[in-house]
């Protein structure tokens, strides 16, 4: 019987360079309190976590989670780690409980979440690798040839800047395009004006043959909300994503309810019953967990098995491999997001610089090889110089 031998953590902290922030690109639950400089630093990933888990046989599976790594690292090396050394990694659905139910008093959102999802991933790359299958042939197999993707970027900014960037994504055919609003209720009238120039302008350019998705960040409110959703209404959103703090279930529930406009969410949600409970109250229209947040790949695949008996498509947050793994296996996860290779802004980049292994995305289209076991990705050595790596 193969055992976990070791874990091993890594925070990775960028100090290559950065896309400095600009005013109003992207709306946050900071917004509504008075700050000074930038609003959105709280909520940029300029740092992440790797967690290399080795058996006894020398074979290693990588899991990586974005939020808070110094904090998590900690949480892996002092209490995670010993639950799992001499385990056997297949015996995963008794890992993920023993991680879960003996961390409950405190781990069972946030940091402690956000740890096991981490070590879960880590887990299924190594059974992949030991098995030599692809993650998503353990998960039930293609349930698609390829996987349709949406091109996440398009932060708030100057009209022209905004319509450039999206002709330019165009020529790659993507199935759909997400934009960013800049402004909130601080804003306005006129702010409210500003964000629905910048919606009229993106279907100037992309048409009305491709989904736009439209994205808030936790930036709005109920009131809000509701007073721009018919404003938006005549643009044909796919969804409205995050207009209010995740905690506001029942905000979010009275917004879809209203039938304008799709609300999605869930992205900042830490558990499997927050999902069931966001499901179940009819409070989004598209679920977006983020799998090294809400418990990894064994947390998500329950999950989806919900959502699909209610019949809310899911549709992971972020691009990287383990969502696409994820989508490529179940039916009711039909596209994924794709953030493009660029320099590093908010932070998502950052996956692009630290491994290697995630596919392009080609006429809107990425595929995942069948013989490729795991996840599919490597540490990649080729940035070390750009980053102060805590072991």
Known sequence: MTKIKSVRTRVWNWKGPTVPPTGNFCTNASDTLWTKGDAMSSFRFHQWLTVEIETDDGTIGIGNAALAPSV???????????????????????????????????????????????????????????????VFK???????????????????????????????????????YKTRFGYGPKDGMKGMRENLKRVEAMREVLGYDVDLMLECYMGWNLDYTKRMLPKLEKFEPRWLEEPVIADDVAGYAELNAMGSVPI??????????????????????????????VGGITAAQKINAIAEAHQIPVIPHAGQMHNYHLTMANANCPISEYFPVFDVEVGNELFYYIFEGDPEAVDGFLDLDDNIPGLGITISDKHLHNFDIEE
């Open 72 to 134: 998590v690292k900690k949480a892996i090396d002092d209490w995670y780690a010993p639950l799992v050394i001499g385990e056997d990694p297949f015996d995963y659905a008794y890992l993920w409980e023993k991680m879960y139910r003996r961390t409950h008093a405190w781990g069972r959102k946030g940091i402690g979440m956000t740890a096991i999802s981490a070590i879960d991933l880590a887990i299924w790359d190594l059974m992949g690798k030991l098995v030599d299958k692809p």
């Open 138 to 176: 353990l998960l039930g197999g293609r349930t698609k040839e390829k996987i349709p993707v949406y091109y996440s970027k398009l932060y708030a900014g100057s009209i022209e800047s905004m319509q450039a960037e999206a002709e330019e994504a165009k020529k790659n055919g993507y199935q759909g």
């Open 264 to 293: 999605s969410g869930g992205e900042h949600e830490f558990s499997i019953i927050g999902c069931k409970e966001l499901i179940e109250k009819k409070a989004v229209s598209v679920l977006q967990y983020d799998t090294n947040r």
